[in-house]
């Protein structure tokens, strides 16, 4: 499977955190890597949906909204043909139906008006038109009666098509109207036409039962792009359209355009078949669109929103996770620590035990060699030299006695002694160490400040060892301060299992190199006479009376040492 | 002390001798041995008040060795003696019936205090 080999490969490539280089460094890569990994895993194939939804409705939209469009402008269209055919089919009815003779008098005519008024809405006038383009009878509000046509254009395109409708015009009547002719050649050969001119208020009625908007325009412009009717926005009856005309097309077409204001429009329209005209209705393009760009925007709100709370949510579950992971890996270490360090301790301790041991043989061999030899110049009456012998076998038993005491101390490192658990006054123990204390005190002037607390309980532990680490803590307190120094030793009820003593200098101070080491064998600072054992045994006493040890230090300011002990012990009194 | 016989058992001859020595200055009745068997045998020919033995012994250790007493004596007093501090092996020696254990190189003094104690109320 080698898809699965390349998977697993990008995937620790990911996830995998450089063992070397400092820590925080490699959680912060570790928890980067995470974030890309999460974030794309969840990111793209939302991305990817967002995308194919986006494109789906935008042209699913698009025709749902540009439809309706079209649908309105060819019912409309139709609407306008019908009216003009119905309006062309009365007029060349009134033609074919009448004889000329009927239709020059202006009697007949006129009935012939008024019946044609009440049927057909819209018509204002009626003439009669012989062949020389001369009105020969006429009905309406004008007076146009004898009134010669024979030099205007639509006079001669009836002669050549047989009927005509006029473009919108003003003409002398003043208000918009459009003219219709139909030429009759009778059998005689005797050729007349019928003219009437209609009323174009309908048409505007005609485009207000469109149903518009507000921000919609719809109208009528002929083939030179002359206005027919009113536009909303884009100029009166007779005024230039100001966009260029449409190609031809008679089927409802939508385009989209730039409008004069700067406005994106979509411009849907239809020539008439048998007019000059074309319908076009305009409607602002964020109009049409407007359901389009609230979906849009209601998209990108989720898509944002969602993106954000996945960001959001994968920025802190990582988070969470190193840290886990961090903390983890940080206690695992200082378990390791721990280990190490105890290991140590215990090693060391046996070398110890056993160094001490075997010393202590030979030792006892020396005591009582002098002592035996002591005994001999104490009991033989006038020994010779007695008074020289007696101080060299002194000399020699104090050396033993030095040396008992070294072994000593290693057994006590090995932690050999007994412990002896009472229930002991942690103040107690403090003043008697602080008397071995108070000559030097004296001696380098050094300020004892004790703040020990009065109804301080008494706990389970072993005086002579607590004997010893405050012997050992203070000792290295006084070394520390100049002469003149401070040396505070504070006691306080910790808690309800533990109490606390803390012993605190204003001397030299620790660097951050030596704190971390002062509780190892051997590592000492007071190069040539410190055995490095002090603290670590301290720190092992403590640990083996079920307390801790902490200590604070900042150099040139002093250090601060606090150990807590717990008031019941786990060895029990006895 | 007079009349009172204690027993030394140490491995080490110059230390057993010398401390013999100077009990014996100080008009103390002392046996010695350099083993447990040997302290075995010493015991059943003649039974000390006080036995005083080291616990680091090649062959038979101090500890079997106190066994072996506390099985057949077990009235027998005894003090163990130690390089070591008393440790495990010390506590060991006390749940097995030892008096005391001390620790070497030894006072006189403590040793002699110690035996007075042990040998007193016996009788």
């Known amino acids: 499977m080698p898809d699965k080999g390349w998977f697993s490969f990008l995937f620790r490539g990911l996830l995998d955190v450089p063992e070397e280089g400092k820590s925080h460094i490699r959680y912060r890569i570790l928890r980067r890597n995470m974030f890309i990994l999460m974030g794309l895993v969840t990111f793209v194939p939302l991305l990817a949906m967002a995308v194919i939804n986006f494109v789906q409705y935008q042209s699913a939209l698009e025709k749902e909204i540009l439809n309706p469009m079209r649908t309105i402008v060819s019912k409309t269209k139709h609407s306008f043909e019908l ?66 046509y024979d030099k205007q254009t639509w ?155 996945i960001f959001l949510v994968v920025f802190h579950l990582t988070k969470i996770l190193v840290q886990r992971v961090q903390e983890a890996e940080e206690k695992r270490e200082m378990a390791f620590r721990e280990i190490e360090h105890t290991q140590k301790l215990s090693s060391i301790g046996r070398l110890a035990a056993g160094v001490a041991h075997e010393i202590n043989n030979p030792l006892a061999i020396i005591n009582e060699k002098a002592g035996l030899m002591k005994d001999i110049i104490e009991i033989t009456p006038d020994f010779p030299n007695k008074a020289r012998f007696l101080p060299q076998v002194d000399a020699i038993k104090k050396s033993v006695d030095r040396c008992r005491g070294i072994t000593h101390r290693l057994l006590g490192f090995a932690r050999r002694m007994e412990v002896h658990i009472e229930l002991l006054d942690l103040n107690e123990v403090l003043q008697e160490v602080l008397g071995f204390l108070e000559k030097e005190a004296m001696h380098r002037n050094v300020n004892l400040d004790l703040k020990l607390v009065e109804d301080l309980p008494r706990i389970e532990s072993d005086r002579g060892q607590l004997q010893q680490v405050f012997l050992n803590i203070l000792n290295n307190a006084f070394a520390a301060v100049q002469n003149g120094g401070v040396v505070a030793v504070t006691t306080w009820d910790k808690d309800a299992e533990s109490i606390a003593v803390s012993v605190q200098d204003n001397g030299c101070g620790m660097s951050q190199i030596t704190l971390k080491h002062i509780f190892e064998p051997f590592f000492t600072t007071k190069k040539g006479y410190g055995t490095g054992l002090g603290l670590s045994i301290t720190y092992g006493v403590v640990k083996k009376l079920g307390g801790d040890i902490d200590v604070e230090s900042k150099e040139g300011e002093g250090t601060k040492f606090t150990v807590y002990l717990p008031k019941k012990s786990e060895y029990g009194e006895g | ?81 130690t390089g070591h501090g008393c440790t495990k092996e010390g506590t060991d020696g006390l749940l097995l019936g030892a008096e005391e254990c001390l620790m070497k190189p030894l006072e006189i003094d403590v040793l002699i205090k110690k035996l007075r104690e042990e040998v007193r109320p016996s009788k």
């Open chain 1, 83 to 148: 009216f003009l055919a119905e309006r062309l089919s009365a007029v060349s009815f009134i033609t074919f139906a009448y004889s000329y003779e009927e239709l020059a008098d202006e009697k007949k005519l006129n009935q012939i008006f008024s019946v044609m008024k009440r049927e057909f809405e819209g018509f204002i006038d009626l003439g009669l038109i012989d062949s020389n383009g001369i009105q020969v009878s006429y009905v309406g509000p004008y007076d146009l009666k004898s009134k010669s």
């Open chain 1, 155 to 309: 006079f001669h395109e009836v002669q050549i098509r047989g009927s005509y409708v006029s473009d919108v015009f003003m003409g002398y009547r003043d208000f918009p109207h459009i003219v219709m002719a139909v030429q009759r050649v009778s059998e005689t050969g005797r050729t007349w036409i019928i003219r009437a001119t209609v009323d174009t208020k309908k048409f505007e009625s005609l485009i207000s039962s469109m149903g518009l908007d507000s921000v919609t325009d719809a109208f009528l412009i002929n083939g030179s792009g002359i206005f027919q009717t009113p536009s909303r926005f884009y100029g009166k009856v007779m005024q230039k359209f100001p966009f260029p005309v449409p190609p031809v097309s008679y089927e409802a077409n939508v385009i989209e355009l730039l409008d004069p204001q700067g406005r994106e429009i979509n411009l849907a329209y239809s020539h008439f078949i048998h007019s000059p005209y074309i319908l076009i209705l305009v409607k602002p393009r964020a109009e049409v669109m407007r359901s389009w760009y609230t979906l849009k925007g209601e998209m990108l709100f989720v898509f944002v929103g969602g993106v954000s709370i």
């Open chain 2, 1 to 81: 002390m007079v009349g009172k016989k204690i027993l030394l058992v140490d491995d080490e001859v110059e230390f057993v001798s010398t401390l013999a020595e100077r009990l014996q200055l100080r008009g103390i009745d002392v046996m010695t041995a350099h083993n447990g068997e040997g302290a075995l045998q010493i015991i059943d020919q003649d039974p000390p008040h006080l036995v005083v033995m080291d616990m680091m012994m090649p062959g038979m250790s101090g500890l079997e060795t106190l066994r072996r007493i506390k099985l057949r004596y077990p009235k027998m007093r005894v003090i163990l003696l």
